[in-house]
């Protein structure tokens, strides 16, 4: 074969790697949204047996040899060298190609299989003593677990940190130490933040969020924001689930869902928006990488960064609602026709510390994933037992949100994420608040009317600069490379700081 054509076979395996992936996905969409709750088993075999092609597929020692023998060294750290004559799209292809072979085939199929297992009879131990608040029904397997991490890291090799690997799972080509640089700085930021707040006379009105709102109401208002954010329907669907999320089936079927409840207007809402942006993320991938796997994020981080820039800096701003709130009072006239534009804007950004990290409002909410990357972090490199996990957890809630969990459901296990094996998952959140406001800060820079669009309902505009400046590119740069390009500096907490700072000093009068 020619080099071309060795990279076009390239090409080809990873197209079917593709196809494959997306029909899981379809699977996986249908077990979160319609499949009748008995047919859990049958999806299990079916999930199963793909999750055996594509792992085989991706693992197949002829990309490592065609990768060879095109020149791309697989030894080289921490990235692949990759030969000067391939460029752009091609060396950012090889780059990922040659990352995921090189990882996917260091993990023994016996480890890959047995932490399937173990984590999906993990999901189920998780669940009952979550149920029953105790978390010493759920020590032994989540000891099982972890040594399974464990293993899978030794397999994948770190120089300075077990938990390097883990994280370069969900945060490719960042290293611990990178995340606990920025995120010492964002601690620090928000505990004085958090102190003003606390100090602030300031009383803000919640009670009106859980009255009474009609779900098929709220469903109507929720796509109308979908449409006007640029949520394109003939490319993607709304439906409900337990745990809202965006998946891709295709380039042209990225599909978001949510869920509602009656005496809580904010959860459907704002996790429509969050996914909305996930999705504009997936649907705005350029047509040259589409199909490939360059069609996806830059990393979990910078994912999260377009969930939480329409969720947080544009879906809960203040202009956002000048814009929406009249039509939101129109539609449930009992509920909120006593309450105004401000006390409404006031009330959904209310700042409070709470056990609940998924409740948690904007400020808080990087604390409780300070509290989970430092615990983890001392699971893997084994500077922490098991059975010591929830009084540590205990420990670092009352350190950095001065409250003490009742019980374990109210603490240590109320996250699915180690039930399930994911490790090095959890910073991939606060770093997407990070980039989200780093991003922005550029964009309003850019955009200078940009309240003013807001505030008219108009976000064609910003629309099109994340599409140009993010989401085209999918992941043809590095996390850090497409910071460095779109804010011309590397990822720097300030800019989360500031515009928290900015933000709740006047809400709370500070
Ligand atoms: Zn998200």
Excluded at 256 to 282: K, M, N, V
Aim: aromatic share 10%; charged share 25%.
């Amino acid at each position: 074969m020619q080099g071309n054509d060795k990279l076009e076979r390239l090409k080809e395996i990873d197209r079917e790697y593709r196809l494959l992936s997306h029909t899981a996905a379809i699977l996986h969409w249908d077990q979160e949204t319609y499949m009748p709750e008995a047919a859990v088993l049958n999806r299990a075999d079916q999930l199963s047996l793909l999750s055996g092609l594509m792992h085989d597929r991706i693992t197949q020692p002829e990309i490592g040899e065609t990768l060879t023998a095109i020149g791309v060294s697989l030894d080289a750290d921490p990235t692949p060298r990759i030969p000067d004559t391939f460029q752009g799209i091609e060396r950012a292809f090889l780059r990922e190609l040659a990352r995921q072979y090189r990882r996917n085939s260091k993990i023994p199929r016996r480890v890959v299989t047995e932490l399937a297992k173990q984590t999906a009879i993990g999901q189920r131990v998780w669940a009952e003593a979550r149920k029953a608040a105790d978390f010493s029904k759920f020590s032994g397997q989540l000891s099982i677990i972890l040594a399974l991490v464990r293993d899978v890291s030794s397999c994948l090799g770190y120089e300075d940190h077990p938990y390097d690997p883990l994280l370069d799972e969900f945060e490719p080509w960042m290293k611990t130490a990178d995340v606990e640089e920025v995120f010492s700085g964002l601690r620090q930021g928000l505990k004085q933040l958090l102190d003003k707040i606390r100090g602030s006379r300031k009383k803000v009105d919640t009670d009106f969020l859980n009255r009474k709102y009609g779900i098929d109401k709220q469903r109507t208002f929720g796509i109308k924001v979908l449409e006007s954010l640029g949520y394109d329907f003939t490319r993607g669907r709304l439906d409900e689930s337990a745990h809202p999320f965006t998946t891709t089936l295709g380039s042209s079927d990225v599909r978001i869902t949510t869920r509602y409840d009656s005496r809580y207007f904010p959860t459907a809402i704002f996790g429509t928006i969050h996914e909305c942006g996930h999705g504009l993320y997936e649907l705005g991938f350029g047509k040259a990488v589409q199909g490939t796997l360059l069609a996806d994020g830059a990393s979990l981080g910078i994912h999260e960064s377009q969930s939480r820039l329409m969720e947080n800096l544009i879906g809960r701003s203040y202009p956002f609602w000048s814009h929406y709130y009249p039509q939101l009072k129109a539609l449930f006239p009992e509920s909120l026709g006593d309450v105004d534009l401000r006390r409404f804007y006031e009330g959904i950004n209310h700042v409070s510390p709470s056990f609940i990290r998924v409740e948690a409002d904007e400020v808080t909410y990087n604390l409780h994933i300070l509290l989970r990357f430092g615990l983890e972090k001392q699971l893997i490199g084994e500077d922490l037992a098991v059975n010591d996990l929830p009084a540590a957890w205990n420990a670092q809630m009352k350190e950095l949100l001065g409250l003490e969990p009742r019980n374990d459901t109210q603490g240590v296990l109320q996250d699915i994420h180690w039930s399930g094996g994911m490790v090095g998952y959890f910073p991939t959140y606060s770093l997407g608040n990070l980039y989200a406001a780093q991003f922005f800060n550029t964009l309003i820079r850019d955009i200078p009317d940009w309240r003013n669009q807001i505030g008219r309902g108009r976000f064609q505009t910003i629309l099109n600069w994340l599409r140009e400046n993010i989401h085209k590119h999918a992941r043809i740069y590095s996390a850090r490379e497409l910071c460095a390009r779109v804010t011309g500096e590397p990822l720097n907490p300030r800019y989360l700081l500031d515009y928290l700072a900015e933000k709740f000093g006047e809400i709370y009068g500070f």
